[in-house]
């Protein structure tokens, strides 16, 4: 290993807390292209049993400081080729320890067009710079006229000064040392400050609570650092990062700063009297205001970018895991209503396997208002396919749609229906892409979506992954972010999902294969093109007749594939098939059949795990794999439920404050969680109102996708805006006081309350919907007889 690997892993392993054998393992398999979910399930003995998410913070550490060691590399290399390294730069350069502390130091000798300094330099006036600096006894203007020389483009005492103020302007805006230090404590002490530009107030109301707004660096939460970041962009806001808030910039005469006075003490300037004092001092301002303010806010704004990015990355990752993981409805005939107005209700109905069985459109709103025969069909299609469940899509008509459902459930009791709004984000997107129409070829475009809405309720994981992470709606300010950064850190949770749960080898779908651990988009087409020619899977090893499908492949996805109905009842289970062998010496340690074993707590319980381990598998496995025997297979996902939305809540003007009502948490942003309560418009629960308690991180109280119970605070119908808490005691605010969550609800892009996706939500209950109403009679019942239905 060499000294920078080493270095790597040392460091590493000091940030996790880890052993550094723990951390050198996990990189050489890494390396060795092995994945996160399988060295966190399968090589926990190698890693010390380094988890998931450590895994995945060493990954990204691991790439940010090989990045390191490049450009170290390219900077030494720079600087030897100007032949300007020697012992202490190199020491100086190896010590850097982030990207920013390198740049410092190599800025000097960064190639760069020729600057004022340079020019100075090249007419000889750097020893007038260093005298002066050396000597502030001298008189500068007196000192100046030595170095007067008009074929040198020195014309003047004065242009000789302005030279050397040139050069040591540059020399103290490229101290890396004085640079860090001024740089943290500007971060300490700065408020990042805005004010709406003139005529700009009516066009950027969104952003009015920006119009005139300050708030230190430290304490800037992510979401607001992205709204102003974008006010600027829309040329609404004028953001300005002040370094002390304290101290008037604009003061005549001005004001000498800490910053100012961290310079002179660096570099020995004081006013004493001297001749040259107030030259240098005047220096020191110049070097503060021209040029290390200015480049130290491009350091800051840079760093408040990032962090605020990171956090939203990380809030958009987090919404999307609770989405992926959201409770599957199961093996269940689904109907999918994909609303509309004029093109009308796109309707699918699928199987329990998902296979799509029916198709129809149907026109029960404006301007067609054909509400009955929109009856009659549902029911109709309803009856002759036993659907349990409606899946209705969240956009455009979703409420009028939501009515219709709610009629036909109370018309056809007998039928037990079901339904539950879900959201729609990312199903246009589907329908359009190359793989539906591969997979539905015989579909129109505008009933995909209605077949896509009606899957991702039996099964969101399965159905999502066909989509691009980016397309489902569960982020904040996501056009802002970077997208390299955010499709990795979304391609990595659509990961670590997909393998947490499994995938029946026999029913997935290509997109779905090709997230499994190993599989990439041509293996997976060719599982899928196997499997089509030569039938289902029997067993995992007949994986390995798979063309393309090699030992590496096998070793990496065998363990998440399932094989629930194949020979060997371990191929349903997420044992990998390397550690089989430890199944059959548990056999052969209690004389038992391998099927009476499977799932007999008692049995599993009462063995010792130590009693089986060997050499290559050790406490971890066996510990794993005897908790696997007893729930084969388990789904880590919850159980399925739905909200009951309370009747007659149906629009925004319905809803009073002091109302406790029923909603579905649909999306978890920093500064709080949106809530679906059935009105087609999110309201939300500021993170101040969501415990009692102090919450740093509101996932730590809801998740996407949890029913919740909230409490209206204040409903502004014209701003569309929805105050909830989930502090049901809560005392409602004082007319005409501003409702605490107003800031953050206000948000220049983020999702504004909009309905915008997370999880299902719906009004069906934990309980099919059984209210006993008139027996069916007319078009309804006439549909209802043809599909051959009887009560």
């Known amino acids: 290993m060499t000294a920078p690997a080493q270095q790597i892993n040392q460091r590493i392993a000091e940030e996790l807390g880890v052993r550094e054998r723990q951390v050198g393992a996990a990189v050489e398999l890494l390396d060795g292209g092995a994945t996160v979910p399988f060295i966190a399930r399968y090589r926990k003995e190698v890693t010390g049993t380094l988890d998931d998410a450590q895994l995945r913070t060493l990954e990204e550490r691991l790439r940010y400081l090989r990045e390191l060691e490049e450009r170290r590399t390219a900077v030494l290399e720079s600087i030897r080729e100007q032949g300007k390294l020697d012992d202490a730069l190199a020491a100086q350069v190896m010590a850097a320890d982030s990207k920013a502390r390198l740049e410092d130091i190599y800025l000097p000798f960064k190639p760069k067009r020729r600057t004022k300094g340079q020019i100075a330099r090249e007419a000889g006036l750097e020893p007038l710079a260093d005298g002066l600096l050396a000597d502030p006894s001298v008189e500068p203007r007196a000192a100046a006229a030595a170095f007067v020389d008009a074929d040198r483009g020195v014309a003047d005492a004065q242009a000789a000064l302005d030279g050397a103020r040139a050069i040591l302007v540059e020399r103290f805006a490229e101290d890396a040392d004085l640079i860090g230090e001024l740089r943290e404590r500007m971060w300490t002490k700065g408020v990042l400050a805005s004010k709406v530009r003139e005529g700009k107030e009516a066009d950027g109301a969104k ?119 959201a409770a599957p409805a199961g093996t269940r005939a689904t109907m999918g209503l994909d609303p509309g107005f004029r093109t009308g209700v796109k309707v699918a109905v699928v199987d329990a396997t998902g296979k799509v069985v029916a198709t129809d459109t149907i026109y029960p709103h404006v301007p067609q208002q054909r509400w009955d025969e929109a009856l009659a069909t549902l029911g109709r299609l309803a009856a002759e396919h036993r659907v349990e469940l409606i899946a209705i899509g ?29 959201s729609e984000a990312g199903a246009s997107v589907y ?22 809405i009606a899957r991702r309720l039996q099964d969101p994981l399965a159905e999502l992954v066909k989509i691009d992470p980016k397309s489902i709606g569960v982020g904040q ?35 779905l294969l090709t997230r499994v651990s190993g599989i990439g988009a041509g293996l997976a087409e060719n599982i899928v093109a196997h499997r089509d020619a030569h039938g289902p899977f029997r067993s995992r090893t007949g994986l390995k007749d798979v063309p393309r499908l090699g030992a590496k492949a096998f070793e990496q996805c065998a363990g998440f594939l399932r094989i629930p109905t194949g020979d060997d009842p371990l191929d349903s289970s997420s044992v990998h098939p390397e550690a089989y062998p430890v199944v059959r010496r548990i056999l052969a340690g209690t004389g038992g059949d391998l099927r009476a074993l499977i799932g007999n707590t008692g049995a599993l319980r009462a063995l010792r795990p130590q009693d089986f381990t060997d050499e290559r598998f050790g406490l971890p496995t066996v510990t794993d794999i005897l908790a696997e025997l007893e729930k084969p297979g388990r789904d880590p996902r919850p159980e399925f439920k739905t909200a009951t939305f309370a009747e007659g809540v149906e629009k925004i003007a319905d809803l009073k404050p002091g109302m406790t009502l029923e909603g579905v948490v649909t999306n978890v942003a920093a500064f709080g969680a949106f809530v679906d309560v059935g009105v087609h418009q999110d309201g939300l629960v500021h993170v101040s109102a969501l415990s009692r308690t102090f919450v740093k991180d509101p996932r730590d109280v809801v998740k996407s996708g ?86």
């Open 394 to 422: 969240n956009g455009t008509a979703s409420r009028e749609t939501d009515r219709l459902a709610i009629e036909l459930i109370k018309k056809l009791p007998q039928l037990g229906l079901t339904k539950i709004v879900v």
């Open 207 to 325: 952003f009015a609570d920006y119009f005139d707004f300050s708030e230190p660096f430290t304490k800037l939460p992510s979401h607001r650092v992205l709204a102003m970041l974008r006010g600027e962009k829309e040329d609404v806001l004028d953001l300005v990062l002040d370094p002390d808030p304290e101290v008037d910039q604009t003061a005549v005469p001005p004001v000498r700063t800490d910053y100012e006075a961290s310079i002179a003490q660096r570099f020995g300037v004081a006013d004493r009297g001297r001749p040259g004092d107030k030259w240098l001092l005047d220096t020191v301002r110049w070097a503060w205001r021209t040029r290390i303010l200015v480049h130290l806010g491009v350091d800051l704004r840079a760093r408040l970018r990032q962090g605020a990015e990171d956090e939203a990355v990380r809030v958009f990752a987090a919404n999307l895991r609770d989405l992926l993981l």
């Open 706 to 791: 949890d029913v919740v119970k909230v409490k209206v605070l204040e409903v502004d119908i014209p701003r569309k805006r929805i105050s909830l808490t989930l502090r049901l005691d809560d005392e409602l605010p004082t007319p005409g006081a501003p409702a605490a969550n107003r800031r953050d609800q206000n948000r220049g892009g983020q999702r504004g309350g909009q309905r915008g996706g997370g999880g299902a939500s719906g009004g069906g209950g934990q309980q099919r919907r059984r209210e006993q109403q008139a027996p069916a009679n007319g078009a309804l019942a006439d549909a209802l007889r043809k599909a051959g239905y009887r009560k």
């Open 477 to 511: 300010y996501q056009h802002d972010l970077s997208e390299v950064k955010l499709s990795r850190s979304l391609d990595a949770v659509v990961e670590d999902c997909v393998n947490a749960v499994g995938v029946d080898v026999n029913t997935a779908s290509a997109p």
């Open 431 to 452: 329908s359009a892409s190359a793989y539906a129409s591969q997979e539905l070829p015989g579909l129109d475009v505008s009933l995909r979506g209605a077949v896509s």
